[in-house]
């Protein structure tokens, strides 16, 4: 992949990543039609990554089909496919991290306290192995673009950031590759991420400023689809990334995590005033 | 620089890049001068870089002279001289930190708990912005050698490192930027660890193989030399930078550092059977 990717810049091509984990949706397909505007050469990496799973998380049971994910990613427009094994990434003897900090001790990073040191340490071997002059990654995991585009502007990587946006099901619900582990019943109940975050929207537009009506209405909704938790509900400035006590132009960042089952969701949207 | 980088690559040209403080000695341009045998362009960079130092360090009074260095580095054989500032390289709110666990926690990073990860973060912000093929560095500093070496590999920087052996004055002193901090009492103390380098050696060429008995000679020829403290003798295996507790082929590590009034020393041979 390396020796290949400088070859394709050599020959003055430009290179768009776009990492996955596989159990590829719509999500990521957009994320690669997204790549194809932004690059001659779209690379789609393929690697449930162990790093970024916490000992009770779900690696072992984590989707995997590279059959399937292969077809959909070049249907896509992917024009290499990029599957490294974990012994390739982390092989014996493997002792090296980067993190960053402050941002990633919050919300997802306060209840998966390792996740995004596997995330950044993985992004930056890829960023190293693909050489990529686009790196694409999708708005749903929204604190994970804050923390790789810290990390790519502080590494100086020299690698642009597109962001895509969420794909949603008809009624609403953010496509995850974990959606596949909700009962039917739980799955229904599940839209309740997104009715609570247009619950916010109509009171924003209703001319509501305060986060805590705001926040009062984003719970009711989740607590009245009987969540077996509901990890936060915040309300974020989408610069810096930090609590908002109140909503000022252009708007505000609204972030949730909730769990059904053992399945976690998250969502999130920028909300415009 | 990165742009520069971008551009002699799609050349073809190969490049390499010299990673210093500044304050240059002929340990230095000894590196320059090998980097040119690997490389079409070398690419020298001076930093003083703020997140080595611990906070009681050196970082203030560190000597800084672009002129000399410049005259320096130019003529033996750098072509490009990159001199960051620290803001440039550190901008407000910079949150990203490289580091390797394990072999940076003992002798130098015991001493300096900090130390290496600030070598490892900037190391990898030089080889992003630098985009060299070959690094050099000197072997005088050999657990950065280890630390670095386990960083590029872990994350597949692609770049091929070289290692340039230490440059001594004629009585064995190490040549080293904080040579300068010595009285000219306490430099002429400081050959004691050329000499207890030697020391061993000419046990181990004499057939002792007990590393008790060599560190004995090492520790009592320092302590004859009156420094204010020694901070380690260390017996390693050169390849996984481990303790050693007796010699095999091909031979060993021996690495020290001793202080004379508030000037830290380190110097290191590996020693063949």
């Known amino acids: 992949m390396q020796s290949e990717s400088d070859r394709l810049r050599r020959e003055g091509k430009r290179i768009a990543v776009v990492p996955t984990m596989g159990a590829l949706h719509r999500g990521h397909t957009s994320l690669i039609q997204l790549a194809r505007k932004h690059a001659d050469v779209v690379v789609t990496t393929i690697f449930v990554n162990p790093t970024q799973f916490g000992p009770t998380e779900d690696l ?20 290499i496919l990029f599957t490294p094994s974990a012994s390739e990434m982390y092989p014996e ?3 090296t991290f980067v993190s960053v900090e402050e941002i990633t001790s919050v919300l997802e990073g306060e209840i998966r306290p390792t996740h995004f040191r596997g995330v950044t340490t993985v992004v930056a071997k890829l960023f190293n192995v693909v050489k990529p002059h686009v790196g694409v990654f999708g708005q749903k995991d929204i604190q994970q673009v804050h923390v790789i585009r810290r990390m790519t502007q502080d590494l100086d990587f020299g690698i642009e950031l597109v962001v895509g946006p969420t794909v949603r099901e008809v009624d609403g619900l953010a496509l995850s590759s974990r959606n596949a582990y909700l009962t039917p019943e ?15 929207a109509d009171l924003v537009q209703a001319g509501e400023r305060s986060v805590g009506t705001l926040r009062d209405r984003a719970e009711g909704i989740l607590h009245a689809s009987h969540p077996t938790r509901v990890d936060y509900v915040a309300f974020l400035d989408s610069g810096t990334f930090r609590p908002r006590e109140s909503i000022a132009a252009p708007g505000i960042l609204v972030a949730l995590a909730v769990r059904y089952g053992t399945t976690r969701l998250i969502d ?5 005033i």
Chains 1, 2 share one sequence.
């Open 60 to 79: 072992a049971r984590y989707p995997r089909d590279l059959d399937r994910d292969s077809t959909l990613a070049q249907a896509a427009g992917t024009n």
């Open 93 to 95: 003897g493997f002792k």
């Open 186 to 200: 739980e799955r229904s109940r599940a839209t309740a991420l997104y009715r609570s975050l247009r619950g916010v």
């Open 268 to 272: 999130n949207e920028f909300i415009t």
